[in-house]
């Protein structure tokens, strides 16, 4: 069993819909929990961080975590064009000096 | 802040030659990390450095791939031979010591080097 699974999509959406993403991990110990974004021939770039159960929101985007199912979620409302990228999950464990785990990342298309 | 520079942005070549990747962390960053990352996968950790030490480098192929980070800032991976499996990004991250939980975790990334191994 792999570290996190995360559906690969792709996944394409007309523009305003909500979109929601979502990756599942096998470790307890894990405790922090990011999204990143990549950009077509771009290095992945810091979106949301969360490191405890429940709800987290920033403008259009809200991370969600569910420690208990093991569950974490991106949820963007009102999606734009300038949100198509790939998203990628990554994990990593309470020590700060510890490497991230991603994702495949979910490759997003918003059609105007 | 100047982010995280990497080169060359791509680089075509034939299997078992050579090739080295630089990176230039940010300014003031001690942890350095080149990530593998194969079309439609995410980013797989190939070795950590803290200043110019390896914390971690279980996952390179050591047979073919070396690193090293002489001064504790830039840093090189070399791939000798290459195989046509090597063709991927190859991601160069950097993290500094942060004064919250936040900041010691967050990774910034370079653009990548895109290798093709023909």
């Known amino acids: 069993q792999k570290e996190v699974e995360q559906d690969p999509g792709p996944l394409s959406v007309p523009e305003g819909a909500i979109v929601s993403l979502n990756c599942t991990y096998s470790?307890?110990?894990?405790?922090?929990f990011m999204w990143y974004r990549q950009y077509s021939r771009k290095g992945p770039e810091l979106l949301m961080y969360t490191y405890s159960s429940g709800n987290k929101e920033d403008g259009r985007f809200t991370a969600q975590v569910d420690k208990s199912s093991k569950y974490i979620s991106l949820f963007i409302r009102d999606s734009q064009p300038s949100d198509s990228a790939t998203y990628l999950c990554?994990?990593?464990?309470?020590?700060?000096?510890?490497?991230?785990?991603f994702g495949k990342g979910t490759r997003l298309s918003v059609i105007a | 802040e100047a982010g995280v520079a990497q080169s060359p942005r791509y680089k075509i070549i034939e299997k078992r030659q050579s090739v080295a990747f630089w990176c230039n962390p940010i300014?003031?960053?001690?942890?350095l990390y080149w990530y593998q990352q194969i079309l439609g996968q995410g980013p797989k950790l190939l070795i950590q450095?803290?200043?110019?030490?390896?914390?971690?480098d279980s996952q390179l192929p050591k047979d073919r791939f070396s690193a090293e980070r002489l001064k504790g800032v830039d840093s090189t991976l070399k791939i000798q031979p290459a195989k046509l499996e090597d063709s991927a990004v190859y991601l160069c991250a950097s993290r500094g010591l942060g004064q919250t939980t936040l900041a010691k975790n967050i990774q910034y990334f370079g653009a990548g080097t895109r290798l093709s191994v023909l």
């Open positions: 450095f803290q200043n110019n030490g390896v914390v971690d």
């Open positions: 300014s003031g960053h001690a942890t």
């Open positions: 470790n307890s110990a894990f405790q922090y």
């Open positions: 990554a994990i990593s464990l309470p020590s700060g000096n510890t490497p991230l785990v």
